[in-house]
């Protein structure tokens, strides 16, 4: 895949999980603990080797006691007014495409918007997600089919859908060509693990845990 954000900063999940936990002064095990994860998946994704799910993101974030998107911020201000250049997105790349902010990760309202990019077979995994709020999504190249609450919607280049996000729901990419989607999260509750965490990323365990919101 070709991504054009050549002065984009990326965002290392291993490095932002050792920070997080080495400022709680908590070992990989004591983590693992408050986590409900094996030592050694902390310490997998901790050296780069793998990424982890989005349930798995779930867990480690109870476990550190953050918010979800603590994961994906570059800094800690939230301004009232973001402006974000093509070339300077935050981006998070996972196993099959590409996640990439488009300034809600900074921004101070309850408004999410954000790029994936996917590869042929790429999902959001086995598990349904609920989060507050309202979600849309518009196809804007490939296809992407959507279940929400089991009913399938099946988008191709143009087609969007808007529903109210607590109705339990997940994606995949279906066709043969990679899959590029803007979506965007609206009304979420203050400090909900709502985001950047519909990317699909690999889980170290081989398992799917279902994240609560």
């Not at 921004?107 to 709020?133: I, R």
């Amino acid at each position: 895949m070709e991504y054009l954000n050549q002065n984009a900063i990326s965002v290392d999940i291993g490095e932002r999980l050792r920070q997080l936990r080495t400022e709680r002064k908590l070992s990989q095990r004591a983590l693992a603990r408050l986590s409900d994860l094996s030592a050694n998946a902390i310490n997998i994704i901790e050296q780069g080797k793998t990424s982890p799910t989005v349930s798995t993101l779930y867990k480690l974030a109870d476990g550190l006691e953050v918010p979800v998107t603590t994961f994906f911020k570059v800094g800690n201000q939230e301004q009232g007014v973001v402006l974000v250049r093509g070339g300077e997105r935050v981006r998070v790349p996972f196993a099959r495409g590409m996640w990439e902010g488009l300034g809600g990760e900074t921004f101070s309202g309850q408004f999410e918007p954000f790029m994936l990019t996917l590869e042929v077979g790429s999902s959001s995994g086995p598990f349904q997600m609920s989060h507050s709020g309202h979600e849309f999504v518009i196809c804007l190249r490939g296809e992407l089919e959507y279940e929400v609450e089991g009913a399938t919607h099946h988008l191709k280049a143009g087609d969007s859908l808007l529903f109210s996000a607590h109705k339990e729901h997940r994606w995949r990419n279906p066709g043969k060509v990679v899959t590029n989607a803007l979506f965007v999260l609206a009304g979420c509750a203050s400090g909900e693990n709502t985001p950047q965490l519909h990317a699909p990323l690999h889980d170290p365990d081989g398992e799917s845990h279902t994240p609560q919101s």
